[in-house]
């Protein structure tokens, strides 16, 4: 039997959830506090501010989004078998969760600084990553698409999939 969300838990997912339907500057503290059962002196106890929680959405949506991606390296030597788990894994993500995708590859933008910061950190990883996953081990060869372009394409994915 699963336990039954935190209000802070619930404060996230209301956070995610209205962000990615109404945009982020259009939900108040006491929309996101209405959707998630808890008065706004419980949202107080747990965040400082609507930034604060939007962070915590940001950095929940990035495991909820990011989480089926997989280990570096599944799947052999050459790069083709190595992507195609991390790329399904992040389509999958983005598949079973467009809210959370949408909160981190658009409404991100309309955050305050410290959302922008963490999500800069967290393009600069996914960069990364790729250019991991894009290199062979053997001979040190990349693919002739820039890591930077790959990770860029993802902020202009449809993320108004419909649920299957």
């Known amino acids: 039997m699963k336990a039954e969300p935190s209000q802070r838990e619930r404060l996230i997912a209301a956070m995610i959830e209205l962000s990615a339907r109404r945009g982020y500057h259009r939900v108040s503290i006491a929309r996101a506090c209405s959707h998630a059962g808890v008065s706004s002196m419980t949202f107080y106890e747990q965040f400082a501010s609507k930034e604060e929680c939007f962070l915590a959405a940001y950095r929940s949506s990035v495991q909820r989004v990011f989480g089926g991606i997989g280990a570096l390296g599944v799947g052999g030597d050459e ?28 409404e991100a933008l309309a955050g305050g600084p410290r959302v922008r910061a963490e999500s800069d950190r967290a393009r600069s990883a996914v960069e990364r990553t790729t250019e991991q996953l894009l290199r062979t081990p053997r001979h ?14 993802l902020r202009h994915l449809d993320l108004t999939l419909p649920a299957q």
């Open 140 to 153: 040190g060869e990349t693919v002739d698409i820039p890591s930077l372009a790959v990770a860029g394409a």
């Open 79 to 106: 790069w083709p078998a190595r992507t195609r788990p991390a790329l399904a894994g992040l389509l999958e993500g983005v598949r079973r969760d467009p809210d959370a995708a949408r909160l981190l590859f658009i």
